[in-house]
């Protein structure tokens, strides 16, 4: 296995989530679209997802209860923090930042903040940077949040998009730690900006490539190949996985859990059914939540942490992948 160096080891002090009250069923959207609760559920494997009332809800109200949770569970207050950061694609302000907003509100004065976009891959990307950032012993506490409330960015007339998506938040705080084989012992960040068509929220009608152009979903909507994005899920989603059990000489047995981004039931079940992965160790809660973007994996990392799925002493494994497109993956030794 991977022996990280630095000046310390990352310990995983708390992990806390959040999510609108508001269920949105597959039978709500056939009300409005043409489509089925078996369409959908054949074709994703959601049944139902979360959704923002927007006049009292959204990313920031997400994000900031997600922390508050997660602070509550490491057993700290707001103020011991030094660093925020927040993966994101649905901020409701291009200025200020998301990190800066709920770090005021929760009374992290004086902390670091700054959001991280990234797309559905925005909570490991965050969370990559943080383990670093504390195990250099620059940072101290770090906050990381993955937060998106994709329902303010779907169009409700469209059911190509609409149907998959969700809104959450998760959380999580860093430590430092005197092992220094605790925490983060292999990651990865990558990105491939030549296929950033696939899924992208043009503003601007010259922001629309021309093979796009007859595209219904209107301008400040996200619009999404999907057929692209999923052949591009499938493949990444094995390979990542794969490399991060070859490069740390690890097997799947060795792995506590297998903590994923929730973006389709079906691509998942390809990745356990040809890598063999226990079954028991991927936690898919697409069914209930949908696509959650930045919000998916650190709703499921609170899942199974809070289940006590994942003890001291078993590594597990983290991976997303989104639009840019961009992936990124850690295997975190708890």
Not at 288 to 303: E, F, H, R, T
């Amino acid at each position: 296995m991977i022996k990280p160096s630095g000046a310390c080891g990352v310990r995983m002090a708390g992990t806390g989530s959040a999510v609108p009250e508001k269920i949105l069923t597959n039978d709500d959207l056939s009300r409005i679209l043409d489509t089925t609760d078996e369409w959908i559920t054949q074709r994703t494997g959601i049944r139902c997802r979360r959704v923002s009332d927007q006049s009292k809800e959204g990313t920031f109200t997400l994000s900031r209860d997600a922390l508050r949770r997660a602070l509550d569970a490491a057993s700290m207050k707001a103020s011991d923090l030094d660093l925020l950061i927040i993966g994101t694609c649905t901020a409701e302000m291009r200025c200020p930042s998301l990190a800066c907003r709920v770090a005021g509100d929760v009374g992290a004065i004086n902390a670091g903040a700054f959001d991280v976009t990234a797309a559905c891959s925005g909570f490991v990307y965050a969370l990559n940077v943080a383990e670093t950032m504390v195990r250099s012993g620059r940072y101290k506490n770090v906050g990381v949040i993955g937060a998106d409330a994709m329902s303010t960015m779907v169009d409700y007339q469209d059911r190509s998009v609409s149907i998959l998506f969700g809104d959450a938040a998760g959380a999580a705080i860093l430590v430092p730690d005197p092992d220094l084989n605790r925490g983060c012992i292999y990651q990865t960040l990558g990105s491939d900006g030549r296929d950033w068509t696939g899924l992208y929220i043009p503003n601007r009608a010259q922001e629309v490539p021309e093979a796009d152009k007859d595209n219904p979903i209107r301008l400040g909507y996200l619009r999404m190949d999907g057929r692209e994005i999923f052949k591009f899920a499938v493949s990444k989603f094995r390979e990542v996985i794969a490399d991060a059990l070859e490069k740390t000489g690890l097997t799947a047995d060795d792995i506590s859990q297998i903590v994923c981004h929730q973006s389709n039931a079906r691509i998942i079940e390809n990745a356990i059914e040809k890598l063999k992965l226990p079954r028991e160790k991927v936690l898919i809660n697409i069914d209930q939540y949908g696509n959650s973007s930045a919000g998916s994996v650190g709703l499921c990392l609170d899942q199974v942490w809070r289940a006590g799925k994942v003890p001291a002493g078993k590594p597990m494994i983290l991976v997303a992948f989104g639009g840019g497109v961009t992936w990124a993956s850690n295997v975190w030794n708890v």
